[in-house]
C-alpha cells in the first residue's frame, strides 16, 4: 500500500515556475513507478509524466516535454514536477500516482493521491 499527498500548488502568473512534490508513505515506494497526472475544468484526468523506480526512464506527454520535469528522491519518498514557462492552459488539478512499469512501454496505475491545484493567471 502506497499513501501519496500532493503539494506545492497554487496561483502564479503566466511565465512563473512551480515545484510540486509528491510525498509518499509506505514500504514500497522505492519500488515504484511514480507519475503526475493532471485535470483541467470539465476535461478528463491525462498524462502528463511518469518515471521508473530508479529514475532510469522517464516518459512525458510529447507537447509538455521542455517544459515538466519529474524527478524523484527515493531516501525522501517524493516524487517532484517542475513546470517552466506556465501558461493558463495549465490550470488544472494535478494528481500523482504509484504503480508499476508494464509491458510495452506502458506504466499500470495502481495508487492515487487527492491532487494539488494549479492555477495560472495570464
Known amino acids: 500500500q502506497v499513501q501519496l499527498e500532493e503539494s506545492g500548488g497554487g496561483l502564479v502568473q503566466a511565465g512563473g515556475s512551480l515545484r510540486l512534490s509528491c510525498a509518499a508513505s509506505?514500504?514500497?515506494?522505492?519500488?515504484?513507478?511514480m507519475g503526475w497526472f493532471r485535470q483541467a475544468p470539465g476535461k478528463e484526468r491525462r498524462f502528463v509524466a511518469a518515471?521508473?523506480?530508479?529514475?532510469?526512464?522517464?516518459a512525458y506527454t510529447e507537447s509538455l516535454k521542455g517544459r515538466f520535469t519529474i524527478s524523484r528522491s527515493n531516501a525522501k519518498n517524493t516524487v517532484y514536477l517542475q513546470i517552466n514557462i506556465l501558461k493558463p492552459e495549465d490550470t488544472a488539478v494535478y494528481f500523482c500516482?504509484?504503480?508499476?512499469?508494464?509491458?510495452?512501454?506502458?506504466?499500470?496505475?495502481?495508487?492515487w493521491g487527492q491532487g494539488t491545484q494549479v492555477t495560472v493567471s495570464s
Open positions: 518515471i521508473s523506480w530508479n529514475g532510469g526512464r522517464t
Open positions: 509506505g514500504r514500497t515506494f522505492s519500488g515504484s513507478a
Open positions: 500516482a504509484a504503480g508499476e512499469e508494464a509491458s510495452g512501454s506502458s506504466w499500470l496505475w495502481k495508487y
